[in-house]
Each structure stands twice: as structure tokens, then as C-alpha cells.
DNA sequence: CTCTCGATTGAACGACCGTTTAGTATACTG
DNA sequence: CAGTATACTAAACGGTCGTTCAATCGAGAG
């Protein structure tokens, strides 16, 4: 018999998922191997024995969020990834760790962050193409960097989840504040904001003046 | 004749200026007070000396920078913070610094940040209100909510920087971003993104119903 | 001139950091 | 059974941290 029969579900994984909850609260530099140590009910030189180093640590628990984000894909042609932070979105007690995880993932431009970042607009650019193409959406003058904004404006409820929980009076990433930003975030991806063309038409104007 | 005749252009506003660059570049707790001393020429014990401690030190610069933030705001009645905001991304080079360290501030939460976001919020919510009164804007089920939306998609390319350069293959916050972005945001903002009401009235009969 | 006081430095302090090491307990292997 | 590999701890190491302290310098006051 092995010694470590699953490789999982073990002291291993506790400190993984202590390191999670800490680095995702405060940071990684302002987590410590001893902080987090204490969280998995282990000492700090059991850290490094299992991991290596801090900096392994970190790759490990980027990989394993990551994987959590993939996994809920589901099968269908239409899972994609944006698909998939809509369940984790709906299920928020279950995959705060993870959701909050992935913020800090994303503001400390670690190597994951990064190319999950890269990742996400390609699958937006690709699902505003479709609606252009099926005309549901409005087309562009810029698709690539109209995948961009409409990304990031996807992540920022997550990425500034502490200020935005502030201004609403909430205690953290919480379903009545999804529920409220619905249907605003609907009516501005519907109507707009401006009632003509006017600012549009001057910007237009203004750039073709100085290219 | 005072000691310190004009109580700024001096060895302290040296260090203050050496603060702001590194704690925008690197945050808060990443900056080392040797590394301030460093980039401003003096001494570690220096800095302490002046400001008493790294975190008198951060609440002077948070300070600064509120300041230099309105310092912009110019005379006229329209003279909001967002049009404060307009102007220095359009002089970029110049304050590239204190838009830097703004986006950190953001970020950190800082008791600073927290209560500039709020400003902006207040700010921007009367904006949209006198949009909608003028009938140059859409209404909204949730002006609140609209105005905390609008806001921080505004700041979003500063609080995300890194990201937002890195996908457009720019060295940091540039003028050819700005430019490059106003066009699909004011798309957005004039057309939205949706072509027909379907997903709205999708939302709306939802969220009537888990009410 | 002396006295005083703020600016400034370099060394030192104690705390904490990530990591290493030596050692113990345990459980599988042959 | 002995042998070995692994989980794990406690202590220690070297380094950096924010801060303190004693000493020096220079300029203004009397």
C-alpha cells in the first residue's frame, strides 16, 4: 500500500487550503509560512518540507485555482469560462475562497493571473463575435479592445470585491450584491448611458483631427 | 529667518516624492523604508525622523495625493473630480506618478482611498442625475448602484493598469491607450452592447421572482 | 565667541522573515 | 526482526525589517 494513497486530503492539502484563505485575505507578502502554518495546525518547517519554498507554495495554490476554475466548465459547447464564475458566482458561500483567491491572482499579476487573464478575453472576444455574427450584439469599431473592457468590467466585481461590498454596506462578495448589480449592469449593456450619438460623435470627430 | 523657510522643497518632500514612486510601484508592505531612504539619497533613520513612522509616512502621501487630485479641479462650476481625473490622464507624463500611487490607494483599501472612492461615487451620481434630468441619459432602476458601476469601470484602467497594458502590449498606462480605448467605451456607453432587450427582461422576470 | 537646536548619519536593537538542520516518531519493506 | 523512507517538530541560522540611539555637523541666536 502506498503511503500517501490519494496524495490529497491530507496535511498536504490543508496547508494548500490554509494557504489559500491567507494569501487570498492579505496578500502573499504579507503572509507568512508561520501564519499559515498555524492556520493548518502544522509547523512552519513542515511547509517548506512539503512545498519546497513559499514561492512553490504560491505556483501550487495559482495551479489548483485555476484547475477549481476549469473544472466547473462543464461539457456543452457553450461551457466556457466566463460560464463558469456565472455557477461560482451562484454558489458563493461554497467557492468564496476561490473567487477571492482569483482576485488576487489577477491584481498581483502573478505568471496564472496573467494568462488566465489572456484566457478570459479571448473567450470574450470569441462570444461577442458569435453575438455580432447571430445579431444579438452591437458591432465594433474595435472588437479586440471592446473584449478587453468588457472583461475586465466582468472581473472588477470580483477583483474589487472589498470596495465595492464597502459602498453597498456588505460585508464581503455577497448574493444580494450580485442580485443588485444585475439589472443595472443589464440596462447599461442594453440601453447605454448616453441617449444619442452626441459625445460619440465628438470623440470620432476629435480623433480623426490628430492621427 | 525660519529654519525651514518654505516647509517643502526640501530633503522631506524628497522622501515623500521617493515614497509615492514605491509604493506605487511595489504597494505598501513590499516597500522597505531602507529602499525609501535609497531613492531619495538619505539616510534609513532619516525618513523615521521626519515622519516618525512608515505609516505616518504612507497617511502623508495618501494625503499629498488627495491633494494633487484636486489641486485639478479647477474653478468652474463643472469642475468635478472626474473631469480632475480627465485631466491628468491627458498629460500623462506629468502625473503619471500620482495616478500610479491613486490606483494603489484603491487598492489597499486605505482609509484614504475608501473615503476618495466615495467621493467619486457621490460625484458621479450627481453627474447621471443631471444626465438623466437634461435627457441626455438613460434612467436607471438603480441610480445608486448605476453610479457605483460607472465609477469604477472609470477607474478601472488605473487600479488595473499592469493587466490592461500588458493585453494591449504597452509598457504601462499610455497616451495610445487612452486613445485607443475611448472610442469602444463611448460605444458601449451610447449603443450598449445588446442589440433588443431579450436578456434585460430575461433578468427582470427572474429576479421577480426570487424576490 | 559660545550655546542651542534641527538635520543627518551609522551602528545597533529586537522582532520577524524564509529556510535549514538535527532529531524523533511512525509505518512500510525485505 | 532490522532497515529505510517519510511525516513531522523544535530549534537555530542568516537576513531584513521598522525603529532607536548616540554622535556629528552646521547654522542661527545671544
Not at 198 to 203: E, K, R
Request: aromatic share 4%.
Amino acid at each position: 500500500m502506498r503511503s500517501t494513497p490519494v496524495e490529497d486530503a491530507t496535511t498536504r492539502s490543508r496547508i494548500r487550503d490554509a494557504a489559500i484563505t491567507l494569501f487570498a485575505r492579505d496578500g502573499f507578502v504579507a503572509t507568512s509560512v508561520r501564519s499559515i502554518a498555524e492556520e493548518a495546525g502544522v509547523s512552519a518547517g513542515l511547509v517548506i518540507h512539503h512545498f519546497g519554498s513559499k514561492e512553490k507554495l504560491r505556483a501550487e495554490c495559482d495551479a489548483w485555482i485555476v484547475a477549481e476554475l476549469m473544472k466547473n466548465k462543464g461539457g456543452v459547447d457553450e461551457g466556457n469560462l466566463s460560464a463558469s464564475m456565472q455557477v461560482m458566482l451562484s454558489d458563493l458561500d461554497q467557492y468564496r475562497p476561490t473567487l477571492d483567491y482569483l482576485g488576487r491572482m489577477l491584481l498581483d499579476g502573478s505568471e496564472a493571473g496573467d494568462r488566465l487573464l489572456d484566457d478570459l478575453v479571448k473567450l470574450t472576444e470569441t462570444m461577442l463575435e458569435e453575438g455580432v455574427a447571430n445579431g444579438v450584439m452591437q458591432s465594433t469599431s474595435d472588437p479586440y479592445m471592446r473584449a478587453v473592457l468588457v472583461t475586465l468590467h466582468g472581473v472588477m466585481p470580483i477583483v474589487l470585491q472589498r470596495q465595492f461590498a464597502r459602498m453597498l454596506g456588505e460585508p464581503g462578495l455577497t448574493a444580494t450584491m450580485i442580485r443588485r448589480m444585475t439589472l443595472p449592469s443589464l440596462e447599461l449593456y442594453t440601453h447605454g448611458l448616453y441617449r444619442d450619438a452626441t459625445m460619440l460623435d465628438a470623440a470620432r470627430e476629435a480623433l480623426k483631427g490628430n492621427e
